[in-house]
């Protein structure tokens, strides 16, 4: 059976961005490094590296300037409740990160998150098209996703 596993290029402090994700996440941990051989004085680099988050494995490669992320890829966590969203959303821009819309955003070495309550697609799935568009409607004015107000607009 083929496996899939998602490849992060980092142009540089993909170790650095592995071990702070995990910390994030209860089940959150790094799997394996691979450290680039140095001849002389210099301490090995980091190459390449393995870390799961949520029972999904992922590697890193600090691959240099040629190639960063784009918010054409993201990570996509769902949540249960407002105070999983604050804690993810504050933590994930702490120290240089960028807010965007509808959840997403963008943290320090520049990989795209967003951050999203499982109660969403209970709104998306709904029979009822007007709440379906309220729920939309309200989204498309936030950053940071409100649990509470997209309830508020689904339930009108």
Known sequence: MAKVTPFIWFPEGAKEAAEYYVSLFDDGRILWVQNFPTSGAMDPVVYTLAFELGGT?????????????????????????????????????????????????TDRWGLSWQ??????????????????????????????????????????
Do not use: H
């Open 115 to 156: 951050v999203v309550p499982t109660q969403l697609w209970e709104f998306y799935a709904s029979d009822d098209p007007e709440a379906v568009n309220r729920t939309v409607a309200a989204m498309l004015t936030m950053g940071k996703l409100d649990l509470p107000a997209l309830q508020a607009a689904f339930d009108g």
């Open 57 to 105: 494995e992922y590697y890193a490669i600090n691959g240099g300037p040629a190639f960063k992320p784009t918010m054409a890829y993201s990570m996509f966590i769902e949540v249960d409740t407002q105070a999983e969203i604050d804690r993810l959303w504050d933590a994930l821009l702490k120290d240089g990160g960028e807010p965007s819309q509808c959840g997403w955003l």
